[in-house]
């Protein structure tokens, strides 16, 4: 592997002369490499207010939670007086079985059992292991990535992809508390995040800008640059940028994590590439994407329309382009977006409001947005790619968030019943993206599925651990308690068996319902 130290701002002069030093060491892998490949890192430190924002952006963090009609979102300071035990490394949750603390109830009005889980890693030393690359995996196709836990070599690896709009930040808490025990990857998709393309994907436009700053904005030129032709932001593109990054950086078969548009992009790859996959883990995942027809299944039905995302963009498509992006890209609306999807409000999400500001401002990122908005469908549809994990027997594990306005249940529920002996896991409350607003809960449950998977079965599932084999077909109710900022907080999570069904779960929550009311009752 060709490691280079990069140490260059996000989004300019990149045009720098790279000095490769061979590494002294490498593991053995079980996929041959397709070529040599150049690989960027550098190690980096999570600091708030240190992205590199203009002061007034920094200024705006402390107010856009207090403006008018909206909840403020509060910061987390650390993790102080953590109960060791939590953080001893022993990820298996353990019952707590005094009667004052098995309080809640289930939809059922049955008792829930608490379950202790471990918090996040404290970093009160400050250090992190988290490292910050870059992969070329085309001229001109620059991957960022980011990863942790290289010392842990023999650990299967893990591999996260993220939601529309986001990258690899979006999985710090990944990176950080798996990154101990597994080797962990997290990518930005093409087109977005840190994997915005380096250069001008179109030569500049010989006409008058549209609008004040049109020359900053990169692919609205004349003609498409020669490494660019045929570009276009895609599932299809996404799905064999993640194969490549398998068989050339990860170098074996990974367990794959996608939130958002990541769980459709790691279905899709899986379907189509089930030798590289030990497993799939869906975190709401959109069971859709893309409004035009397929090139490929539907070739016809394709040549209606004139444009599919490629470069440059069309002119109606820039001045409507340029309208969207300036409502869309607005700090209070990046700010609303983040409102929605986080279910928690107390939860800290300055960073990845900077990270999404910040990628925002970068000069590709209004064009490529048009790319993926207009790029067509990819060869399978959702429910193909899960059925055709389902045929390959590919281990796949479900976690939704509950309160998603989005990703509803009913999408999770739907996947449930079409592969019934997938183990699925409703975490309440939870929104959009529970990796990052319940990471200790998804980190759990993760762990826990893979050493099932591992292990071949003599370790059981999360919160499964003292049931008989038979409960595996019900559904089951747990309460997850943990450590955050000093203080214990708990999420409820419902664990959904084989034998669920959608009848089953609205009798369960209509006999809860007439049960209290009849409690109520004189």
């Known amino acids: 592997m060709e490691v280079i130290s990069y140490n260059s701002p996000r989004c300019c002069n990149f045009n720098r002369r790279l000095v490769v030093k061979k590494s002294s060491s490498r593991q053995q892998v079980k996929i041959p490499l397709c070529r040599k490949h150049r690989i960027l890192c550098t190690r980096v430190q999570f600091r708030s207010g240190s992205l590199g924002l203009p002061n007034k952006h920094h200024l705006f963090l402390k107010n856009v939670y207090h403006g008018k009609g909206s909840r403020p979102f509060k910061a987390l300071e650390g993790f102080n007086n953590v109960d060791p035990k939590v953080l001893s490394g022993n990820y298996?949750?353990?019952?707590?079985?005094?009667?004052?603390?098995?309080?809640?109830?289930?939809?059922?009005?049955?008792s829930v059992t608490k379950v202790l889980i471990p918090g996040l890693p404290d970093e009160s030393n400050g250090e992190s292991r988290i490292s910050s690359c870059f992969w070329q995996w085309k001229p001109k196709f620059n991957v960022h990535y980011e990863k942790s836990g290289a010392e842990n070599v023999n650990s299967p690896p893990l591999l996260f992809l993220p939601g529309f709009g986001v990258g690899s930040?979006?999985?710090?808490?990944?990176?950080?508390?798996?990154?101990?025990?597994?080797?962990?990857?997290?990518?930005?998709f093409l087109g977005q995040g840190m994997s915005l393309p380096f250069e001008d994907p179109t030569s500049p436009s010989r006409e008058e800008g549209i609008t004040e700053g049109k020359d900053f904005l990169w692919g609205f030129g004349d003609k498409t640059e020669p490494w660019a032709n045929g570009l276009v932001y895609s599932m299809d593109l996404w799905r064999d940028q993640v194969r490549h990054f398998v068989e050339e950086v990860i170098g074996e078969p990974v367990y794959i994590v996608g939130n958002s548009l990541g769980g459709f992009v790691a279905l899709y790859?899986?379907?189509?590439?089930?030798?590289l996959v030990k497993g799939v883990t869906l975190l709401n995942a959109t069971p859709f994407w893309g409004f035009f027809p397929n090139p490929i299944k539907s070739p016809r039905l394709a040549r209606i329309f004139s444009w599919s995302g490629t470069f440059p963009l069309p002119e109606n498509v820039r001045k409507l382009t340029e309208f969207v992006w300036q409502k869309i890209s607005d700090p209070e609306s990046i700010a609303d977006v983040l409102r929605q999807v986080y279910?928690?409000?107390s939860v800290n999400v300055d960073k990845v409001f900077s990270h999404i500001l910040e990628t925002t401002q970068h000069p590709a990122a209004a064009a490529s947005f048009a790319s993926i908005m207009f790029a067509p469908?990819?060869?399978?549809?959702?429910?193909?790619?899960?059925?055709?994990?389902?045929?390959?027997?590919?281990?796949?594990?479900?976690?939704?968030?509950?309160?998603?306005?989005?990703?509803?249940?009913?999408?999770?529920?739907q996947v449930k019943k079409q592969v019934p002996e997938a183990p699925y896991y409703e975490i309440s409350p939870a929104g959009h993206c529970p990796h990052d607003e319940v990471p200790e809960v998804v980190n759990y449950l993760l762990r826990g599925w893979i050493k099932n998977l591992e292990s071949e079965g003599a370790v059981g599932l999360p919160l499964l651990d003292d049931m008989e084999m038979e409960s595996i077909q019900n559904n089951i109710t747990r309460d997850l308690e943990f450590v955050k900022e000093g203080s214990k907080k708990s999420v409820m999570v419902r664990f959904l068996g084989s034998k669920f069904s959608l009848w089953n779960l609205i009798k369960s929550s209509l006999k809860s319902r007439f049960g209290k009311l009849e409690t109520k009752s004189p």
């Open 92 to 110: 298996n949750g353990y019952v707590i079985g005094s009667e004052d603390e098995m309080g809640r109830m289930s939809e059922t009005g049955q």
């Open 377 to 413: 469908q990819g060869e399978l549809s959702f429910r193909e790619a899960l059925s055709r994990c389902h045929m390959n027997n590919v281990p796949i594990c479900l976690m939704y968030g509950k309160e998603d306005p989005w990703v509803k249940p009913v999408w999770g529920r």
């Open 343 to 345: 279910a928690d409000h």
């Open 269 to 275: 790859f899986a379907a189509c590439n089930p030798q």
């Open 169 to 188: 930040f979006h999985y710090e808490n990944q990176l950080k508390d798996l990154g101990r025990e597994y080797r962990v990857w997290a990518i930005d």
